[in-house]
């Protein structure tokens, strides 16, 4: 079974220009979230959906970055515009039960110069 | 707000000793605590789950207790290995009735062969 695919891998950018990371959960998981991770820190959930709809998206910033989830599968997450302090990991991660574990991908390594 | 107390010192042992690590949390005790182990460069990988109900969980080397008097999980691997060399986060919902996790900052395990 594959597992949580994210890309790019790698991201770097000058500020002020736009990023949009990509995610595929795993089949059959409907729901699906976006952490930020910065180094050295535990990841920072941005927003939860459960199939197409965004339950949580309490901690997502608005007014640059927005996401969505097109018929409750793929996702993409997009900063726009990016600003230095945006530097950090972003990771994908997949649920097919609540409470269950979550399933991450690799991230998304965002650097902005 | 519920918060997460994680040792960040690195915890460093000699290979075939038991490693401990500490979770604390701050407010109400939640329903379950997860434990996830994050390599260098990769997404967090789940290892227990343990409820609110179970003192104390097993899988393979890893042991997982839960003491919701002392608002705190503690996290063993017996005979432990250069392989478990990584860190480890502790995760836990932010509320009873909230399926979300939060995360720990984690805690680095270095094993010395």
């Known amino acids: 079974e594959a597992g949580v695919v994210q890309s790019p891998r790698y991201k770097i950018i000058e500020k002020k220009q736009p990023v949009a990371f990509w995610c595929n959960p795993i089949?059959?998981?409907?729901?699906l979230y976006w952490y930020l991770q910065n180094l050295g820190q535990g990841p920072e959930l941005l927003i939860r959906?459960?199939?197409?709809?965004?339950?949580?998206d309490s901690q997502l910033p608005k007014d640059r970055f927005s996401a969505e989830r097109l018929k409750g599968v793929d996702s993409t997450l997009k900063i726009q515009p990016a600003e230095l302090g945006d530097s950090a990991v972003y990771l994908c991660a997949s649920s097919y039960r609540d409470p269950g574990e979550l399933f991450f991908g690799e991230g998304s390594r965002l650097t902005v110069l | 707000s519920q918060k997460i107390e994680q040792n960040s010192e690195a915890l460093n042992i000699q290979e075939g000793k038991t490693a401990t690590l500490t979770c604390n949390y701050t407010?109400?005790?939640?329903?379950?605590l997860q434990w996830y182990r994050q390599d260098p460069g990769r997404g967090p990988v789940f290892l227990l789950l343990i409820r609110e109900n179970e003192k104390e969980k097993r899988k393979e080397r890893l042991k997982v207790t839960f003491d919701t008097t002392l608002k705190q999980s503690l996290f063993h691997i017996t005979a432990s290995q250069p392989a478990d060399s990584a860190t480890y986060l502790c995760a836990l919902p932010p509320g009873r009735s909230s399926y979300k996790l939060i995360f720990g900052s984690g805690t680095r395990l270095l094993v010395r062969p």
């Open positions: 959906y459960e199939n197409e709809e965004a339950v949580d």
């Open positions: 089949s059959g998981h409907n729901t």
């Open positions: 407010n109400y005790s939640p329903a379950y």
